[in-house]
């Protein structure tokens, strides 16, 4: 890759929207801690050149559309939450000039038995290409990669279970800088069990000898820096936002917000 000379952008972090009615006091809704971050990221588009937004995973509570002619109504199978999502956080981003990066949660596949509906699945499969199997390999779907000013972007799903993705997306350039993101945290810390030590080791030996910049994380519902094996994580699944200020295909600051 190529560098951007005097390049100065950013990328804005969050997670665990929960769209949906079991997290909001207005319906079906983003979780009310969460009801203003939509306004503050185009309020602060301008002045701070963000071009990106990424949210990773639990975009809803179940994972429905209200369409599943094979599900149960129990867990709220019968609501829309993918289309608030759309309308209440996709498109306001979209409309103001801002590219939206989502990946899938857990609880985005928490539709009900016998588990053949999958609308959130099946949305990222329409929007990104990214990668669907609906009714088996739950964790091996919402991969994808994206491209922005020289640095690429990696979805991994609920965790990094795909390696098979990971391994053919990685840059040839082992120099060139990375963003990785998923839904379950990754750190010793509550929730981080939700995927096993020797998962993380062999997700750790894929990527270890590359410039990965950023690894981003949701599920444990806080906001955060940490490192992990030498590679810094955010979770921004809090009340913060979390804005990446890249000086061309670096990360010069950080600003929770």
Not at 45 to 55: L, R
Request: proline share 4%; with cysteine; aromatic share 14%.
């Amino acid at each position: 890759m190529s560098s951007i000379s005097n390049k100065k952008w950013a990328i804005v972090l969050s997670s665990d929207l929960h769209f949906g009615s079991v997290h909001s006091s207005h319906g079906i809704d983003i979780r009310d801690d969460k009801r203003n971050h939509v306004q503050k990221i185009i309020d602060m588009k301008d002045e701070h050149n963000v071009e990106i937004v990424i949210s990773a995973g639990d975009i809803t509570d179940y994972g429905t559309n209200g369409i599943c002619c094979f599900c149960s109504n129990n867990n709220n199978n019968s609501e829309d939450e993918l289309t608030p999502l759309i309308n209440n956080w996709v498109k306001p981003l979209e409309n103001a000039g801002l590219d939206v990066l989502l990946t899938a949660g857990n609880h985005d596949t928490y539709t009900g038995h016998p588990y053949f509906h999958k609308p959130v699945l099946r949305y990222l499969k329409k929007k990104y290409n990214a990668t669907y199997w609906p009714w088996f390999w739950m964790k091996y779907n919402g991969c994808y990669a994206y491209s922005k000013n020289n640095v690429l972007i990696l979805s991994l799903g609920i965790y990094p279970k795909n390696l098979k993705f990971l391994k053919k997306n990685l840059p040839k350039d082992k120099k060139d800088p990375v963003i990785i993101f998923y839904h379950y945290n990754t750190v010793n810390e509550p929730y981080a069990d939700w995927w096993k030590e020797d998962e993380k080791d062999a997700f750790y030996e894929v990527i270890k000898d590359y410039n990965i910049i950023a690894i981003n994380n949701g599920h444990y519902h806080t906001t955060y820096e940490k490192e992990w094996r030498g590679f810094r994580i955010f979770n921004s699944a809090g009340t913060q936002l979390i804005r990446f200020n890249m000086n061309n295909n670096k990360i010069e600051s950080v600003d929770f917000i």
